[in-house]
């Protein structure tokens, strides 16, 4: 009697093409500076946003510049950790959505210590939560198009 040969294979993965990642990328960032530009106007229009230094002076005004900056920066760094996770686990892309929120939840804390006024504050916090939302929400976007 003869046994068929079982042969281990790798569970499937969650893994998108480049391209994929690079569209959501692409809408991430516009819906994460789309959203930040309002906040920042908003949050302006009484008295300049601040943000803690760390040096003389200890605060200043934050500037677009430094919004838009930051907000690229963490969404590419964002997209190659998706692209980590997606090698490396086989629900990559859940795995990763998690630890976005839980990375989004960390940064909150410290900005809330800020010694900074409590408009800065708010706006400071919803533009983090900006960039997390996006991140995930974009990333998805781009992957439902690939489905279709």
């Known amino acids: 009697m003869t046994?068929?040969?079982i042969t281990p294979t790798r569970p499937p993965t969650t893994r998108s093409a480049p391209r994929t990642l690079a569209i959501g990328t692409a809408i991430s960032i516009g819906l994460a500076l789309a959203v930040n530009l309002a906040i920042f106007l908003v949050g302006n229009l009484g008295r300049p946003l601040q943000v803690a230094t760390g040096g003389e002076p200890a605060v200043a005004d934050l500037e677009l510049g430094a919004v838009v900056v930051a907000?690229?920066?963490w969404l590419v760094?964002?997209?190659v950790g998706l692209a980590v996770?997606?090698?490396?686990?086989a629900n990559g892309f859940r795995a990763w959505a998690?630890?976005?929120a839980v990375l989004v939840a960390a940064t909150i804390v410290p900005v809330l210590a800020l010694d900074i006024d409590g408009g800065s504050k708010l706006a400071?916090?919803?533009m983090h939560i900006t960039v997390g939302a996006a991140a995930v929400v974009g990333q998805a976007v781009a992957r439902r198009r690939e489905i279709r």
Request: aromatic share 10%.
């Open 3 to 5: 046994y068929p040969t």
């Open 71 to 73: 907000t690229v920066v």
């Open 77 to 79: 760094i964002a997209t």
């Open 85 to 89: 996770f997606e090698r490396v686990l």
């Open 98 to 100: 998690g630890v976005a």
């Open 124 to 126: 400071l916090t919803l």
